[in-house]
């Protein structure tokens, strides 16, 4: 399964436990990069009342995943991250929720 957090450690473990240095990645002339961690490929901005969403479509080594972040007016910042694959179950989910309105 994708781990959006994977890339963020720094290096792979060996055989001992010891870290060993990934190999430096370079920057694509594409889609925007997120530090070294991944790129974007697509993002939406939904305003809704006092807060601000942020959809953001990344793509890193371990495969694409959702990148959904919430602004509040006071400026807390709260992040989810979740599959590309699981994209249909999210959909179906807020389709569900759209039907008890």
Same mark, same amino acid.
């Given at each position: 399964m994708f781990d959006p957090m994977a890339?963020?450690?720094? !290096?792979?473990?060996?055989?001992?436990?010891?870290?060993?240095?990934?190999p430096q990645h370079q920057p694509s002339r594409g889609p925007r990069r997120d530090g070294n961690f991944a790129e974007e490929v697509h993002s939406v901005t939904i305003h809704a009342r006092q807060r601000t969403f942020y959809v953001d479509l990344k793509k890193s !080594?371990?495969?694409m995943f959702f990148k959904v972040s919430e602004k509040s007016r006071g400026g807390q910042?709260?992040?989810?991250?979740?599959?590309?694959e699981d994209l249909d179950k999210?959909?179906?989910a807020f389709q569900e929720?759209?039907?008890?309105?």
């Open positions: 890339d963020l450690t720094g !290096g792979i473990a060996d055989d001992d436990g010891a870290q060993q240095p990934q !080594g371990n495969g910042k709260t992040t989810i991250m979740f599959d590309a999210f959909i179906e929720m759209k039907s008890h309105l």
